[in-house]
């Protein structure tokens, strides 16, 4: 099973009226991964009380469509991905426990021990993970690392892209610009290549 803890950074130095509209806009982006992507997720996305999102999902898909999200809102992440055991205690993903949640965070402490690296994620495999845990995990980092080279408007065109399949017109309608535009900004982005990618890795 994969474990996954998404450190909100700097969440907890904004004000509280600020703080309560990230909580929903949050909570919102994981209504969303759990209605999309509910066959994959192994319990509900959580946002725990201490500003850090919490999946246990079988694959890729919801992980890295939760981060695209996170991403188009300019909030800055750090992940700690875990595999191993679960002990599924309630329907809430910070309800479960178990080795792959005790993984995630260790990978996610030793990122924030590295203070003079720049690195946003990290992972700590258990020995009997399997090759799919172990290709989930590194595809999400991967496409992470990609996303992160993104601007916003970058991010959102390249959203409508390859999750909502839009065609570049229907992008332009929906943003409110011109076709040219979408075509000129996706076409200095790896969004394309990652539709293929994507595709490739469902067959």
């Known amino acids: 099973m994969i474990a996954v803890i998404v450190d909100i950074v700097a969440s907890r130095d904004v004000d509280v009226r600020v703080r309560r509209k990230l909580?929903?806009?949050i909570r919102g982006l994981l209504d969303q991964v759990y209605e999309r992507f509910k066959d994959y997720c192994v319990a509900i996305p959580a946002?725990?009380?201490?500003?850090?999102?919490e999946l246990l999902v079988s694959s890729w898909h919801p992980i890295v469509f939760l981060f695209h999200k996170l991403l188009m809102e300019?909030?800055?992440?750090?992940?700690?991905?875990?595999t191993g055991e679960i002990i599924i205690q309630k329907e809430d993903a910070d309800e479960c426990d178990g080795p792959a949640f005790w993984n995630a965070r260790e990978a996610l402490d030793e990122?924030?021990?590295m203070k003079y690296m720049n690195r946003s994620a990290g992972f700590n495999f258990d020995k009997n993970t399997s090759n799919n845990e172990n290709n989930a995990v590194v595809?999400?980092?991967?496409?992470?690392?990609?996303?992160h080279g993104l601007s916003t408007t970058q991010l959102q065109y390249?959203?409508?892209y390859i999750w909502?399949?839009?065609?570049?017109?229907?992008?332009?309608?929906?943003?409110k610009t011109s076709k040219g535009n979408v075509s000129k900004t996706l076409s200095k982005t790896p969004c394309y290549l990652l539709g293929k990618v994507?595709?490739?890795?469902?067959?």
């Open 23 to 25: 909580d929903k806009k």
């Open 139 to 147: 595809n999400s980092i991967l496409f992470l690392t990609t996303l």
């Open 164 to 175: 909502e399949k839009k065609r570049i017109s229907e992008i332009a309608q929906i943003t």
């Open 158 to 160: 390249c959203f409508y």
């Open 47 to 53: 946002l725990t009380q201490g500003d850090s999102i």
């Open 74 to 82: 300019d909030l800055k992440i750090r992940v700690g991905f875990g």
């Open 198 to 203: 994507m595709t490739f890795l469902d067959q």
């Open 111 to 113: 990122i924030k021990r």
